[in-house]
């Protein structure tokens, strides 16, 4: 397969995935203060477990990129993409903040990864002269995504309850990553 229609099939590829990505994050992420002040959390809780994810996130980005150009960004999109649905899951069992908080660690861990190495990716397949014009296009995708599964996703949460919600993100998530493996580096 030449360079052209790889590129161009990569990013076909990358944008389904992560579109149906962005519509699992849709379907809980706005929602998500609702869901700590039902655990029985504050303002204050929110603000740490958010502040958890950015700092933890923060921390392990340079280590993401330095190593996503080392051994490829596919492993790195894969393993983050599993590791979101264990993640998405584990929220439905934990019972206090103090178990919260560490999940929202490794989330912040887990985002980094998937974020650096889904940047570099595009980079990766889009052509300098057309880049702009792809990212554009792809970022159109995921947020139309996204905005239909926040629509959605107050509906689900508000007639079936969060569990509900979190498991279907966490099969969402299996199913994106495993589309991935289409990807070619």
Do not use: C, H
Request: hydrophobic residues 55%; positive net charge.
């Amino acid at each position: 397969m030449n360079s052209k229609r790889m590129r161009k099939r990569n990013l076909r590829i990358f944008t389904l995935s992560n579109s149906l990505m962005a519509f699992a994050f849709g379907l809980f992420g706005p929602f998500y203060f609702i869901f700590i002040n039902d655990f029985g959390g504050s303002i204050e809780n929110f603000g740490i477990a958010v502040g958890l994810v950015v700092l933890s996130g923060a921390l392990v980005s340079l280590l993401a990129g330095k190593y996503s150009d080392k051994f490829g960004r596919k492993p790195f999109l894969i393993f983050a993409g599993y590791a979101s649905a264990i993640l998405v899951f584990l929220y439905t069992i934990i019972g206090s903040m103090w178990q919260l908080y560490v999940l929202q660690i490794f989330n912040g861990l887990i985002v980094a990864l998937f974020e650096t190495s889904e940047a570099s990716f595009l980079g990766d397949i889009t052509k300098k002269e057309s880049r702009g014009a792809d990212i554009g296009k792809y970022d159109a995708f995921v947020g139309i995504a996204e905005a239909i599964a926040i629509f959605a996703g107050g509906f689900l949460a508000g007639k079936f309850g969060f569990e509900i919600v979190f498991y279907i993100v966490a099969i969402i998530f299996v199913i994106t990553t495993t589309i991935m493996f289409k990807l070619k580096e």
